[in-house]
């Protein structure tokens, strides 16, 4: 019964490469949100997403930043020529349903950016 | 856009106090729902609020929806060291059902 699974926990990467980050939903969930999280910070919403759909982007930064949910396959959140500032903790949370059901979201672990 | 702040932003207890945190936003609220983010964590869901003067216990918490449906609550009793953590409160706004977070209260517990 493996909930919503985030890897890598960790990730190291120099200015300017690129973090690929995943998120497997729970089983049965369709739907994903990636939120960030940076340090000492509140959770905000970047991008919604249903299978080989993007329903919500309207937190996602226009440029460098972009997520796909395919048919077969976890989520990825793709932020190109990372900066200083994408240092951050990013989380998943899927859901079966559009709407939340009574339980609310599940999150994973999340992946822990570190930009040096 | 939707804001919800949370107040306090911090506090810190002896084991055995009692603790609240506050949550208002300036629009009316569809539902409220409550998470608990320990050090190093992810949110954890602990409930969900729906109706008007809704009032909801697990165990030492208490949550409280208020009449107008903009301002929640979450008090604990008799805070213990398990307690710490940070706690947010969240909504969902718009039609695509996406939650907005609150800015949290960070809760410390000595003993």
């Known amino acids: 019964n493996a909930g919503v699974m985030q890897n890598p926990r960790h990730l190291v990467r120099r200015r300017g490469q690129e973090a690929r980050l995943r998120c497997s939903p729970m089983k049965g969930h369709s739907h994903v949100y990636w939120y960030r999280q940076l340090p000492e910070e509140g959770l905000k919403f970047m991008v919604y997403?249903?299978?080989?759909?993007?329903?919500?982007e309207s937190g996602m930064p226009k440029e460098r930043f972009s997520a796909e949910f395919p048919k077969e396959g976890p989520s990825i959140l793709r932020i190109q020529q990372v900066v200083r500032g994408d240092s951050a903790a990013y989380f998943c949370?899927?859901?079966?349903?559009?709407?939340?059901?009574?339980?609310?979201?599940?999150f994973g672990s999340g992946t822990r950016l570190t930009v040096v | 856009g939707q804001q919800v702040m949370q107040i306090p932003q911090y506090q810190h207890v002896q084991e055995g106090e009692d603790f609240t945190t506050y949550c208002n936003s300036s629009t009316t609220l569809s539902n409220i729902q409550w998470y608990k983010q320990r050090p190093g964590g992810h949110p954890v869901f602990l409930i969900q609020?729906?109706?008007?003067?809704e009032v909801k216990k697990q165990k030492r918490l208490t949550f409280q929806f208020g009449e107008a449906k903009k301002n929640s609550s979450l008090h604990i009793t008799a805070t213990q060291t398990t307690d710490v953590g940070t706690y947010f409160c969240?909504?969902?706004?718009?039609?695509?059902?996406?939650?907005?977070f609150g800015t949290g209260t960070r809760l410390q517990v000595t003993l």
């Open positions: 997403l249903q299978k080989e759909n993007i329903i919500d």
């Open positions: 949370a899927s859901s079966p349903s559009r709407n939340s059901p009574p339980h609310g979201y599940t």
């Open positions: 969240a909504s969902h706004t718009g039609t695509a059902s996406k939650l907005t």
């Open positions: 609020l729906v109706k008007s003067g």
